[in-house]
């Protein structure tokens, strides 16, 4: 099955900016991104579609930023101005064109203030 690898996590102080990848191993009809906070259950984050079509959480409009390279089957999430609130795992995740959902390991984002 399809294979999904995110990094760009890490340590970052409030204020600061990290840029998240996801390379899938097959073409996507939509891609995003979900994050887990410590304690708390996994919420949507941001989805963009094979047509560029974006839908983000209220919690992160205006400071994240979707976008996908089809040539490359890779989504990134640039994600600015971040907040301790931030904190948390975030999750890639993809459907492809038989409607099949893949979720990557995850990677650790921690913002410090």
């Known amino acids: 099955q399809a294979q999904l690898v995110e990094t760009g996590g890490g340590l970052v102080q409030a204020g600061g900016s990290l840029r998240l990848s996801c390379a899938t191993s097959g073409t996507m009809f939509s891609m995003g991104w979900y994050r887990q906070p410590p304690g708390k259950q996994r919420e949507l984050v941001a989805i963009i579609t094979s047509g560029s079509s974006t839908t983000y959480a209220d919690s992160v409009k205006g400071r994240f930023t979707i976008s996908r390279d089809n040539a490359k089957n890779t989504v990134y999430l640039q994600m600015n101005s971040l907040k301790a609130e931030d904190t948390a795992v975030y999750y890639c995740?993809?459907?492809?064109?038989?409607?099949?959902?893949?979720w990557g390991q995850g990677t650790r984002v921690t913002v410090s203030s």
């Open positions: 995740n993809a459907v492809d064109i038989w409607s099949r959902t893949y």
